[in-house]
């Protein structure tokens, strides 16, 4: 009997100094102490490789590029959600458009993909639109006008033309995070980009004249939800498209 005591004592003794040391590396490093323990005593630092959005496509597309039998005139139209959601076959069906939207994502990360999804599509062209979910008071407008800036320096050095889009508002519910006003943000972001496009001769497509209200708004009949578009978005959408991509593309 007091052997089996014996063993009771040494295995809670192992059992707390582990705990001990867990929570040690919890408090210094951060992280999982049972995961960092398995790593001890599995050696495996392995660790899982990072989805990459739209990769065997991409693949697809060089190798029909290398070969010859690309799509002519391709567009890439690069963004978010609202992007993502676009049925350019639907809406714009006249047009070789690549959809390269990733849903959620804000410009800065948007422009660590901008060299894979665009760039190396080769195509004629590359529309860059943000969504109104960058409109938020952790992220200055300058670092917007930043990624814009360089995603369209980049496609000119590569040859592509940099077509630069306004941000689509978002709804009246959606207008004030706190005491941050989205819909003043979004319009002085929506006004620098006007003037951009200009000043460099980008070709430009006025999302937000095309389907905000009087107030700055995205109408509740162009809408699925406060930032995102319906069926009848879409339409006007597609419609403020056709003659900026009819320009870019005339021989």
């Given at each position: 009997?007091?052997?089996?005591?014996?063993?009771?004592?040494?295995?809670?003794?192992?059992?707390?100094?582990?705990?001990?040391?867990?929570?040690?590396?919890?408090?210094?490093?951060?992280?999982?102490?049972?995961?960092?323990?398995?790593?001890?005593?599995?050696?495996?630092?392995?660790?899982?490789?990072?989805?990459?959005?739209?990769?065997?496509?991409?693949?697809?597309?060089?190798?029909?590029?290398?070969?010859?039998?690309?799509?002519?005139?391709?567009?890439?139209?690069?963004?978010?959600?609202?992007?993502?959601?676009?049925d350019f076959e639907k809406y714009l069906p006249e047009y070789n458009i690549i959809n390269r939207g990733v849903g959620g994502q804000l410009a800065p990360?948007?422009?660590?993909?901008?060299?894979?999804?665009?760039?190396?599509?080769?195509?004629?062209?590359?529309?860059?639109?943000?969504?109104?979910?960058?409109?938020?008071?952790?992220?200055?407008?300058?670092?917007?006008?930043?990624?814009?800036?360089?995603?369209?320096?980049?496609?000119?050095?590569?040859?592509?033309?940099?077509?630069?889009?306004?941000?689509?508002?978002?709804?009246?519910?959606?207008?004030?995070?706190?005491?941050?006003?989205?819909?003043?943000?979004?319009?002085?972001?929506?006004?620098?980009?006007?003037?951009?496009?200009?000043?460099?001769?980008?070709?430009?497509?006025?999302?937000?004249?095309?389907?905000?209200?009087?107030?700055?708004?995205?109408?509740?009949?162009?809408?699925?939800?406060?930032?995102?578009v319906n069926e009848k978005g879409y339409e006007i959408l597609s419609e403020a498209v056709r003659p900026v991509l009819r320009k870019v593309l005339a021989?």
């Amino acid at each position: 009997m007091q052997y089996f005591w014996k063993i009771i004592l040494a295995v809670s003794i192992v059992i707390n100094l582990a705990a001990i040391w867990g929570f040690y590396h919890y408090v210094r490093y951060g992280g999982s102490p049972l995961g960092e323990l398995k790593r001890r005593l599995t050696g495996n630092t392995r660790q899982s490789a990072p989805l990459v959005s739209n990769a065997d496509d991409n693949l697809r597309i060089i190798k029909e590029i290398e070969d010859g039998t690309a799509a002519p005139d391709r567009i890439v139209f690069f963004g978010a959600s609202i992007t993502r959601r676009w049925d350019f076959e639907k809406y714009l069906p006249e047009y070789n458009i690549i959809n390269r939207g990733v849903g959620g994502q804000l410009a800065p990360a948007m422009m660590s993909r901008f060299k894979r999804d665009a760039l190396d599509l080769k195509p004629r062209a590359v529309i860059i639109k943000f969504c109104s979910i960058n409109i938020r008071p952790e992220l200055p407008l300058s670092t917007l006008k930043d990624c814009m800036t360089m995603m369209a320096m980049m496609a000119r050095t590569s040859g592509v033309v940099p077509v630069i889009s306004t941000i689509i508002p978002a709804g009246k519910p959606e207008s004030h995070i706190g005491d941050f006003s989205v819909v003043d943000s979004l319009k002085a972001f929506n006004s620098w980009a006007l003037d951009f496009a200009a000043e460099n001769s980008y070709p430009l497509i006025d999302f937000a004249a095309a389907i905000g209200d009087d107030q700055g708004f995205l109408p509740r009949e162009c809408s699925a939800d406060p930032v995102h578009v319906n069926e009848k978005g879409y339409e006007i959408l597609s419609e403020a498209v056709r003659p900026v991509l009819r320009k870019v593309l005339a021989p």
